[in-house]
């Protein structure tokens, strides 16, 4: 059994920082993608960056050069560092892993943690 388990979100004032922290548990391994994933009051979920097992990365054009996600195999766990947020960053943040099995794809979410950005 997956267990995607966030932590990290809150409430900074614009042009803070703040560092999300996905643990996985259960048959997600390093060889898997992880990644995070943002939804905003009326909006869809949508992709915010994405770590693949051998450590290469995608993100939204909204946030790059300013997220950073990283991933620490040992701990299994994927990490979003935050900075110089904005008002339009403000969303439920979900972590999500996918793991290859048998050539089939399985994606796992977590319950997702609140990331409130105002002063």
């Known amino acids: 059994q997956v267990q995607l388990v966030e932590s990290g979100g809150g409430l900074v004032q614009p042009g803070g920082s703040l560092r999300l922290s996905c643990a996985a548990s259960g048959s997600i391994t390093s060889s898997d993608s992880m990644g995070w994933y943002r939804q905003a009051p009326g909006k869809e979920r949508a992709l915010v960056a994405y770590i693949n097992s051998d450590r290469s990365t995608t993100y939204a054009d909204s946030v790059l050069g300013r997220f950073t996600c990283s991933r620490d195999n040992a701990k299994n766990t994927v990490y979003l560092q935050m900075n110089s947020l904005k008002p339009e960053d403000a969303a439920v943040y979900y972590c999500?892993?996918?793991?290859?099995?048998?050539?089939?794809?399985?994606?796992?979410w977590g319950r997702g943690t609140q990331v409130t950005v105002s002063s």
């Open positions: 999500k892993a996918e793991k290859m099995l048998l050539g089939r794809k399985y994606a796992y």
